[in-house]
């Protein structure tokens, strides 16, 4: 057999690869990338992952939070205004009744998908690289959903009657509320998304704060961590309940992945306007919102991974791979606007054509359809290189843009199919107005401000499980080198 010379070494091998390879710091082709890098250890982790907790706010946090609480100042001026002067301020008219306050809720529902998806499926599936970044996942969704509740309360005109007008509760006057209309499933639906997610990420962060508890050198920090650690020991015992508890609202939660996007896109497909009433609607709007929740979550966590020094935890592979689902989904949601077009056209539906050929790519809006189109079709086709997958730059100025482009997704859902409808005596156009835009960058800032806070108070990368993770990969707890780190 030919013989062939290490480049590396004096050692000769039939291989295409030598053995030391590993040592030479490259690795043989088709073998991942490691999920943990270095020489790590229980201590190391936990020195390194509970660090940034413990130093004091750096300048750039503390600019950024100030920066975040000027914004939610806004919103919560923004909201005031509405209370006092009624839905009048905002840029909705006849036929336009439907307009910013519908599509932030929806995009912010989307946004929170990934979480869940991260945390739960992706558990039951067993993939290993979700570890280091489910924490990030499920602290997004939950302020994303605060933000998007906010918007269908605001909407009723007088919030304080909602709960009365929306929640079934013992009324002497026998009112109940309509429970054919989806906007009584939506309270419903996303009630219970929220409910569960915040469950979800509260158990796993038990082990946590009792780590938290145990190395504080603060009496209050001891005494804060301490209580909602829920005394928690560490013992076999607690492993055993903790474990069973994890799996079951994993499996509770996966259901809502599709359950939640499904209700909200029938608020759209039940009714009879052109450009909404399509059986496509459901996979495509659930499609999206993982879309969108994956590029939200990479768009948060790579400033995150930088400067909270994780990169040995959240390493090249957990990147490329959420690159990798964004590129399915992104395919996803571009056939799902293909096969709008298509439905309108095979329909042979005047009403529909006109909105898919002609109201949406020539109208007055056609900027923000085109907008749609480069950011959610165009953008994500980089992700088929791995130089795309594996570069910083390109992942956040993609994931950047892929939320701009599901933001005008949902804007061309909601005003185009309702500026122009049957009848062309009662079209308009639609100017948001300056509350309208209050209202949008104050949430971004108020959910902001929540991460920073969130950041700065709890690891953001889940140390029991990444130490587990280690030992598994370092003690051959039934993965391999390959499916795991390099030795």
Request: proline letters at 5%; glycine letters at 8%.
């Amino acid at each position: 057999m030919r013989t062939r010379r290490c480049a590396g070494c004096t050692k000769t091998s039939a291989a295409t690869i030598c053995c030391t390879s590993w040592e030479r710091g490259r690795a043989p082709p088709l073998v991942p990338l490691p999920l943990i890098e270095g020489s790590q250890d229980d201590g190391t982790l936990n020195k390194s992952l509970n660090a940034y907790v413990w130093q004091p706010p750096q300048r750039g946090w503390l600019a950024l939070f100030l920066i975040g609480l000027a914004g939610t100042g806004v919103l919560f001026s923004a909201i005031a205004i509405t209370i006092a002067k009624g839905i009048g301020m905002w840029g909705n008219n006849i036929p336009v009744g439907w307009a910013f306050g519908i599509i932030n809720f929806v995009w912010w529902i989307g946004i929170g998908h990934a979480g869940t998806l991260i945390s739960a499926i992706l558990l039951l599936f067993q993939q290993k690289w979700r570890t280091s970044i489910n924490r990030f996942a499920e602290a997004m969704t939950l302020f994303a959903v605060m933000q998007a509740g906010l918007f269908p309360i605001l909407h009723t005109g007088r919030p304080w009657f909602a709960i009365y007008w929306l929640f079934p509760y013992p009324s002497t006057n026998s009112i109940w509320p309509q429970f054919k209309s989806p906007l009584m499933w939506d309270v419903f639906a996303v009630s219970t998304y929220f409910i569960t997610s915040l469950l979800f990420w509260y158990l796993g962060l038990i082990p946590d704060l009792a780590s938290l508890r145990d190395s504080s050198s603060s009496k209050r920090a001891r005494i804060a961590y301490g209580i909602f650690a829920l005394g928690w020991r560490g013992s076999a015992r607690h492993w055993h309940h903790y474990k069973i508890a994890y799996l079951l609202l994993a499996g509770l939660a996966t259901p809502l992945v599709l359950s939640v996007h499904t209700i909200v896109s029938w608020d759209f497909a039940l009714s009879i306007l052109p450009g909404w009433h399509t059986t496509i609607f459901p996979p495509y709007f659930v499609a999206g919102a993982v879309f969108s929740g994956f590029a939200m979550v990479m768009t948060l966590m790579i400033p995150a991974r930088r400067y909270m020094k994780l990169k040995h935890v959240i390493t090249a592979r957990h990147l490329e791979s959420m690159a990798k689902v964004m590129l399915l989904t992104g395919l996803i949601v571009f056939y799902g606007y293909l096969m709008e077009h298509f439905a309108a056209w095979y329909s042979g539906n005047l009403y529909e054509e006109h909105v898919f050929f002609s109201t949406r790519p020539r109208g007055p809006y056609a900027w923000a359809y085109f907008t749609q189109m480069f950011c959610n079709v165009v953008v994500p086709q980089m992700f088929w290189t791995r130089w795309a997958r594996r570069n910083v730059w390109t992942l956040w100025i993609g994931s950047v843009l892929v939320n701009v482009g599901m933001w005008f997704e949902r804007f061309n859902i909601v005003v185009t199919s309702l500026h122009q409808d049957f009848i062309p005596s009662n079209w308009a156009m639609y100017y948001p107005t300056w509350v309208d835009f209050s209202l949008l960058f104050g949430t971004i800032c108020f959910f902001g401000t929540l991460f920073l806070v969130f950041l700065k108070f709890i690891p953001a990368v889940a140390t029991s499980e990444v130490k587990e993770l280690n030992h598994e990969l370092h003690e051959g707890g039934g993965m391999s080198e390959l499916e795991g780190a390099r030795p």
